[in-house]
């Protein structure tokens, strides 16, 4: 699986609701980066972590999104006040230090605002 | 600033027809590049990465600094090529890794 599970695969919810999409990385590596997949745009950084710290946040749409990563084997990302044009595939991923190293990807949480 | 752009959203080519999917970038320093796929239904993996210059089901990229390239290519495609596409870069920002996707191109091979 490579090493990244996320949770839910699949979020329905209304426009104006919160939701909360959460990724758990195997620890031991120290990055995490949080994307936005959509036809449109393709794959969008939103966020990136190293060793739990938040490093570059500037790919995050609007301040209704933030994400935390409390541990090394945890992080959430929470969208506020959803829009539909938030509907998306948001993917969780991990890397090493190296800049040589693979990113292994989660599943994906498919969000659909209604 | 670093940038990653593929002009093709969509290539369709037909089976045994040579494959060229096109990356550029934009980078200051020196680059490592990258190409994930995602099939359907799949998540997203490596597929390859220029500084192992490997060859994995066919495909090669080659990346041109004079260009600033790295076009993925694969002489006779085959019908289970078809997937998304991806070019990456990852550079060094104040110190940290940071990757750069580009927007994709999602291959499709025809019978």
């Known amino acids: 699986d490579a090493g990244v599970i996320q949770s839910p695969r699949h979020e329905v919810t209304e426009m104006g609701q919160e939701v909360t999409l959460r990724c758990k990385p195997i620890s031991g590596h120290d990055y995490l980066f949080w994307y936005r997949q959509t036809m449109m745009r393709g794959l969008e950084l939103l966020i990136y972590?190293?060793?739990?710290?938040?490093?570059?946040d500037s790919g995050m749409p609007e301040d209704r999104f933030s994400a935390k990563m409390p541990n090394a084997s945890f992080s959430t990302l929470k969208i506020q006040r959803t829009q539909q044009e938030d509907s998306a595939v948001y993917l969780c991923?991990?890397?090493?230090?190296?800049?040589?190293?693979?990113?292994?990807f989660g599943p994906g949480t498919r969000l659909t605002v209604l | 600033a670093q940038r990653v752009t593929q002009p093709e959203k969509l290539l369709s080519v037909f089976k045994g027809a040579p494959v060229e999917l096109k990356c550029n970038y934009s980078?200051?320093?020196?680059?490592?590049l990258f190409w994930y796929v995602q099939y359907s239904r799949q998540r997203l993996q490596l597929l390859l990465r220029?500084?192992s210059r490997e060859s994995i089901k066919g495909f090669t990229a080659d990346l041109n600094k004079g260009e600033t390239s790295f076009h993925l290519k694969k002489p006779f495609a085959q019908e289970e090529d078809s997937a998304m596409y991806y070019c990456a870069l990852s550079g060094n920002s104040g110190g940290y890794q940071k990757v750069t996707f580009g927007t994709g191109t999602k291959l499709q091979v025809i019978p």
């Open positions: 991923a991990r890397s090493s230090t190296s800049r040589e190293d693979t990113q292994y």
């Open positions: 972590f190293n060793n739990n710290v938040p490093i570059d």
């Open positions: 980078y200051s320093g020196s680059p490592e």
């Open positions: 220029h500084i």
